[in-house]
């Protein structure tokens, strides 16, 4: 959910965020600057200046650039308007409707239309980067934060889901064209999607291995959630299965950067993006046909905008409700997967070999602790489960692409600009409110699997909502430069802030044993993170130092991006053509 297609981003419009191309606008007076005598520097033909009249009136809601004009009237050139043919304005017959029927009223013809041949992702680049920093925070505070303190959980798992369906949004605008095309090779997909996600991802396992291999016997008796011998069997498949990020599919979290996992997952979603792109194409026709069957032309051909409006709020209305289906069965699976692992048949398979009967006979509060988060680690890692998440990206992609097709208006944007910072200011406040409730009571992880599992739906609007709007508050601060910057390295901040947070508690507490170990039969020991900081209590920082490593890792993540990600890439690349030549 960070990369981008070889070969489909123009450097000088690049975002940086997947597959697609992504619009920066450069403020430049399409005429040039003007001189200190006040005339143009440059001059433009009467034929120009008439259709830059034409399409750009004085009430224009949002200037787009000198590139985008050129290219408009190339384009119109080679149909005919230099030849003096008039061709009909397409913009003249788009209505000005939402796609959720939010503006209401008459359709308004002849009103100025955005422009959104290229969807503008800049605001999703921006959100990766405040959700790289929510998880990267979190994680600090749970395995190194202060001990005296409560452990404050950030939400990492709703910031997860949000990738998830930026994967599904982005991986379809992408390629929702090309898996239909005869030259499409499958293998040849796979192959490239890999090319992206290794080289970082090799390097952060070389810098993690180390601290497995010093601390792999602490992890085996006090942190494996497989708690018997068949479960270090699963223990090391997974280590062996991480390089290639398959070792979730097995429910593996097998601490070699953890964090990984939820490559694992996208890893299988890839696999079978192809398919579901198909089917997803063949849905979405299904939807046209049948809108075009309830709403013909020919019976009213003098309202004919009216009615391709209908057609097109029937069809998105179609989607809505497909992305609901996929919605429920988005949380229904990983519960599904929770319930199963958390019986008490499937407990005493699992059970620990000390304590017999250990399902029905709770020793300690970390056994019921460490059962909980078990389940919870394998109904969210386990890449089937998490299939319709991505799917909901999907659905959201196929609307913002029909939404483009057709057009963007102004009232739409006002819209959508409303929603988007209302729907931001609650979020916001819900997810400030509930990492202040994880500090208050002692086990809070149902309002994470909440957060993580129940609040999807509304977020796939909210990033349909941030590539449709400029006039939003929300999307001016995440298109900021900074908030771009750190979005595209966020992959980087992603995969390296725990092998970087480890180095620092090696290097604090002078051991490479950066895995306490942790007295199951405590009682001061109650949850499984109680184990992470059961270090030295006078060493401990307070919370508060999470702000410098963070800085470093901002820091760290820039170097990563430009000497590792990127010619890592493009070096893997080289070599698989080597090789296929």
């Keep these: ?282 849905l979405v026709r299904k939807f046209e046909e049948k809108a075009a069957i309830d709403f013909p032309i020919a019976d009213d051909p003098e309202n004919k905008s009216s009615t391709e409006s209908s057609r097109f709020d029937s069809v998105q209305k179609s989607c809505r409700k497909y992305l609901m289906y996929a919605y429920h069965a988005s949380y229904m699976a990983p519960l599904g997967v929770m319930g199963a692992v958390n019986s008490p048949a499937f407990r005493n398979v699992w059970r620990d070999a000390n304590f017999e009967s250990r399902a029905h006979v709770v020793v300690t509060a970390l056994d019921g602790d460490m059962d909980g988060m078990r389940a919870y680690f394998c109904g969210r890692a386990w890449f089937p489960v998490r299939i319709p998440l991505f799917f909901m990206g999907m659905l959201v992609g196929a609307m913002r692409l029909r939404l483009a097709r057709r057009g963007v208006t102004p009232q739409t944007e006002r819209f959508w600009a409303k929603f988007t910072d209302y729907f931001s200011l609650g979020f916001a406040s819900w997810l400030i409110g509930s990492v202040i409730t994880s500090g208050l009571v002692a086990d809070s992880k149902n309002v994470r699997i909440f957060n993580e599992f129940f609040l999807t739906a509304p977020c796939a609007f909210w990033l349909y909502g941030l590539t449709v709007t400029r006039k939003s508050y929300t999307v001016q601060v995440l298109r900021n430069p900074v908030a771009q910057a750190i979005g595209t390295w966020s992959y980087a901040m992603y995969l390296l802030h725990l092998p970087l947070y480890t180095s620092w508690a090696a290097l604090e507490y002078d051991t490479m044993r950066v895995f306490p170990a942790c007295d199951r039969t405590s009682p001061s020991i109650k949850v499984w993170a109680d184990c992470f900081r059961n270090f030295d209590e006078k060493q401990n920082l307070p919370n508060v130092v999470v702000l410098v490593f963070l800085f470093f890792l901002v820091l760290l993540s820039f170097v990563a991006h430009h000497t590792i990600e990127k010619p890592g890439s493009r070096y893997m690349s080289r070599l698989l053509a080597s090789v296929s030549r």
Excluded at 36 to 47: D, K
Excluded at 200 to 220: D, G, K
Excluded at 234 to 259: D, K, R
């Design 1 to 282: 959910f960070f990369q981008a297609e070889d070969g489909i981003r123009d450097p000088l419009w690049s975002r940086g965020l997947g597959d697609v191309y992504k619009r920066q606008d450069f403020h430049q007076s399409f005429f040039g600057r003007p001189s200190e005598g006040g005339t143009q520097r440059r001059a433009v033909s009467t034929l120009t200046m008439m259709k830059f009249i034409v399409r750009r009136p004085r009430d224009d809601v949002n200037e787009r650039t000198v590139a985008e004009d050129k290219i408009e009237m190339t384009a119109a050139e080679s149909h005919g308007d230099a030849a003096g043919e008039s061709q009909p304005n397409p913009r003249a017959e788009m209505v000005d409707q939402s796609p959720d029927e939010a503006s209401g009223g008459a359709p308004v013809v002849a009103q100025r239309v955005l422009n959104v041949d290229e969807i503008d992702t800049s605001a999703i680049t921006g959100l990766r980067a405040i959700t790289a920093l929510q998880i990267a925070c979190g994680h600090w505070l749970l395995f190194y934060g202060n001990s005296e303190s409560p452990y404050l959980d950030f939400q990492g798992g709703v910031a997860v889901s949000i990738f998830f369906l930026i994967t599904g949004f982005v991986m379809y605008i992408a390629y929702h064209e090309k898996v239909e095309k005869q030259g499409f090779k499958y293998w040849e997909f796979i192959k490239r999607r890999y090319i992206r996600v290794l080289p970082l991802h090799w390097f952060a396992l070389a810098w993690f291995a180390p601290f497995l291999a010093f601390n792999y016997r602490t992890i085996v008796a006090d942190y494996n959630f497989w708690q018997n011998k068949s479960g270090e069997v699963n223990l090391i498949m997974g280590i062996v299965l991480t390089p290639l990020l398959m070792q979730s599919w097995i429910f593996s979290l097998c601490y070699w950067n953890s964090v990984c996992w939820s490559l694992s997952c996208q890893l299988g979603y890839y696999f079978c993006f192809p398919w579901l792109t198909r089917k997803l194409n063949a």
